[in-house]
T-cell receptor
Framework: DVKVTQSSRYLVKRTGEKVFLECVQD?????MFWYRQDPGLGLRLIYFSYDVKMKEKGDIPEGYSVSREKKERFSLILESASTNQTSMYLC??????????FGPGTRLTVL | DAKTTQPPSMDCAEGRAANLPCNHSTISGNEYVYWYRQIHSQGPQYIIHGLKNNETNEMASLIITEDRKSSTLILPHATLRDTAVYYC???????????????FGKGTKLSVIP
């Protein structure tokens, strides 16, 4: 069974704080993704990584950075959280193609 | 990428088959049809995909019309836990390294009623 886990289900942070969201997958997948999901806007890709230390920008990378030091772990970093980054954050992984396996999501609220 | 059209909502009685339609009239010859679902407050879950032949797995069946302009996802015996938003996707945008980012439309909100 594919398992993608995310460090927190719910997170509340203050404006200006640095926020780390962690994602771990146990299927030895090469590719990992970070999306955010907002009502009416669907799923939007922030960053993805196709190998350790490799990263590519998605559609909305501004205000975010990522880190992939180990194959199983992909971290999303909000350098200085802002209220417009309040959202559901979803991590996914795969070996390629369209089929992706998602974690449970982190609902982040920035006050 | 081909656009998909799904009804916004459907109800299904528990234990009955749920048939969820999707139109993708602009699909091109090498594009697969994928189905995902998202239960409230959880991450999306892959269900099934197909190209032209009908497909079945432990979760669902996928029926694709001969002209490939539409498809139907069938949950043969719906349970309350199948209540979710179901998304039909025709491939996605190429991200690089052999992978595609997913683009979900509004999907169909399926309510399974006891």
């Amino acid at each position: 069974d594919v398992k993608v886990t995310q460090s927190s289900r719910y997170l509340v942070k203050r404006t200006g704080e640095k926020v780390f969201l962690e994602c771990v997958q146990d299927m030895d997948h090469e590719n990992m993704f970070w999306y955010r999901q907002d009502p009416g806007l669907g799923l939007r890709l922030i960053y993805f990584s196709y190998d350790v230390k490799m990263k590519e920008k998605g559609d909305i990378p501004e205000g975010y950075s990522v880190s992939r030091e180990k194959k199983e772990r992909f971290s999303l970093i909000l350098e200085s959280a802002s209220t417009n980054q309040t959202s559901m954050y979803l991590c996914a992984s795969n070996r390629g193609g369209v089929t992706q396996y998602f974690g449970p999501g982190t609902r982040l609220t920035v006050l | 990428d081909a656009k998909t059209t799904q009804p916004p909502s459907m109800d299904c009685a528990e234990g009955r088959a749920a048939n969820l339609p999707c139109n993708h009239s602009t699909i091109s010859g090498n594009e697969y049809v994928y189905w995902y679902r998202q239960i409230h407050s959880q991450g999306p879950q892959y269900i099934i995909h197909g190209l032209k032949n009908n497909e079945t797995n432990e979760m669902a069946s996928l029926i694709i019309t001969e002209d490939r302009k539409s498809s139907t996802l069938i949950l043969p015996h719906a349970t309350l836990r199948d209540t979710a938003v179901y998304y039909c996707i025709v491939r996605g945008s190429y991200s690089g390294a052999g992978s595609y980012q997913l683009t979900f439309g509004k999907g169909t909100k399926l309510s399974v009623i006891p």
